[in-house]
């Protein structure tokens, strides 16, 4: 279905006249992400830092959070893990290397975990979905790659994490890219 058929005509018309910023965002992203993947320590500590700002920042909201809700009980629960998500928060910035270790780890147990619920799911759903063979293969490519990433660690954590987000930005470049030049041919 092309994007014409799913928008009003006035909505097409204006993206296709912003189709080059679309482009534009996606050779940037393209870029950076190729930056990225040719230093992929760097890339982990950035992806580090900016996690480390998420927690900070986290942390400062449920402290907020914590005194708007005061006379409903669990303060100190709020309050704490507020303190906590801003703790970690500098942790990550005074030894990025440790917190990439952990969060490498973390990312290795998420996507066993991840592996064996689709393949579950994939086996569970073999009645009802004819694609369920697809749902299994997702998973076991998805386990496996909580398994190499887990038998790589700690060593690996100096550079999957930033491998992550270059391939991220690489492919969210190209699709904005896409997207722009698709932009660009719809029918208004």
């Keep these: 279905m092309a994007i014409s058929d799913q928008m009003p005509q006035g909505d097409v018309a204006a993206l296709r006249s912003k189709w080059g910023w679309f482009v534009l965002l996606g050779v940037a992203l393209t870029v950076l992400g190729v930056v990225a993947a040719g230093n992929l320590m760097i890339a982990t500590v950035a992806s580090v830092y900016f996690v480390g700002w998420l927690m900070i920042l986290a942390g ?8 708007g809700i005061k006379n409903w009980g669990g303060f100190l629960l709020w309050l704490l893990g507020g303190v906590l998500y801003i703790v970690a ?8 290397l440790l917190a990439s270790a952990i969060l490498t ?11 064996l619920m689709r393949i579950w799911m994939g086996i569970k759903g073999r009645g009802l979905l004819s694609s ?5 293969a997702a998973g076991v490519v ?3 790659a909580g398994i190499v990433i887990a038998i790589g660690w700690p060593v690996n954590s100096l550079i999957v994490l930033g491998a992550f987000l270059a391939i991220d930005l690489i492919f969210q470049g190209i699709s904005y890219i896409a997207f722009g030049l698709g932009a660009k041919n719809a029918n208004a």
């Excluded at 928060?89 to 990025?96: E, R």
């Excluded at 990312?107 to 975990?113: E, G, K, P, Q």
Aim: charged share 5%.
């Design 60 to 67: 400062v909201f449920e402290i907020i959070h914590a005194f």
């Design 132 to 136: 369920w063979g697809w749902i299994v």
């Design 105 to 115: 780890l973390f990312l290795a147990a998420s996507l066993v975990a991840s592996g």
């Design 142 to 144: 998805t386990l496996l």
């Design 89 to 96: 928060g500098f942790l990550a910035f005074s030894n990025p």
